[in-house]
Structures are given as C-alpha cells and as structure tokens.
Nanobody
Framework: QVQLVESGGGLVQAGGSLRLSCAAS????????MGWFRQAPGKEREFVAT????????NYADSVKGRFTIARDNGKNTVYLQMNSLGPEDTAVYLC??????????????????WGQGTQVTVSS
C-alpha cells in the first residue's frame, strides 16, 4: 500500500495557474504509475492525467490537453500537476492515485488501488 497526500490547491482567478503536488510514502513509489483525477460536486470522478513509472509516458484527458502537465520526481517520491489557463470548469477536488502496474497509463479510476484525500481547486470567473 502507498499513502498519498496532495497539496497546492486553492482559489485562483480564471486564466491563472496552480501546481499541485502529491507526496507518496509506503510501497516503492518509482514502480507505480501515478494519476490525477478530479471530482466536482454532483459529478462522477473524472480522469485528468497519468504518468508511467519513468515519467516518459503520459496520458491526458482531452479537456486539459495543452493546459495541464503531469510530471514526477522519483527521488522525492512526488508527482506534480501543473495547471495553466484555468477556467471555472476546472473547479473540483483533485485526487492523486497510484496504480501498481508501472507500464500502464490508463484513465480508468478502477485500476488505481491507492488514493489520496484530495485538494480543492476553485477557479473564479
């Protein structure tokens, strides 16, 4: 099992940027694929981005392509989500998740076995 703690959320104006961090402990971080998901009130959990164990393979939701960047630092056991050009539609709780399969970069949340508590991102118009 891996423990995940997100940080970096907050309130930002439309057009602004935020960088989320997810610190991992427990199971070897570098062998996990890491993902970011988000959930807005009354909506299903939505895939945002994922990165494989090495950091060289990524996958993004169409809604965030070109605006968000996922990256990881295995030396710091941390995965990041840089979010630019934010809009009100990006308002949600953002959750970090770990998939034990290092080569899989799936958008399916059911394949991720470990989850953080989430960090709130609110974008004002």
């Amino acid at each position: 099992q891996v423990q995940l703690v997100e940080s970096g959320g907050g309130l930002v104006q439309a057009g602004g940027s935020l960088r989320l961090s997810c610190a991992a402990s427990g199971r070897t971080f570098s062998t996990n694929t890491m993902g970011w998901f988000r959930q807005a009130p009354g909506k299903e959990r939505e895939f945002v981005a994922t990165v494989n164990w090495s950091g060289y393979k990524t996958n993004y939701a169409d809604s965030v392509k070109g605006r968000f960047t996922i990256a990881r630092d295995n030396g710091k056991n941390t995965v990041y989500l840089q979010m630019n050009s934010l809009g009100p539609e990006d308002t949600a709780v953002y959750l970090c998740a770990a998939d034990q399969r290092p080569y899989r970069i799936s958008p399916d949340p059911n394949l991720y076995g470990d989850w953080g508590q989430g960090t709130q991102v609110t974008v004002s118009s």
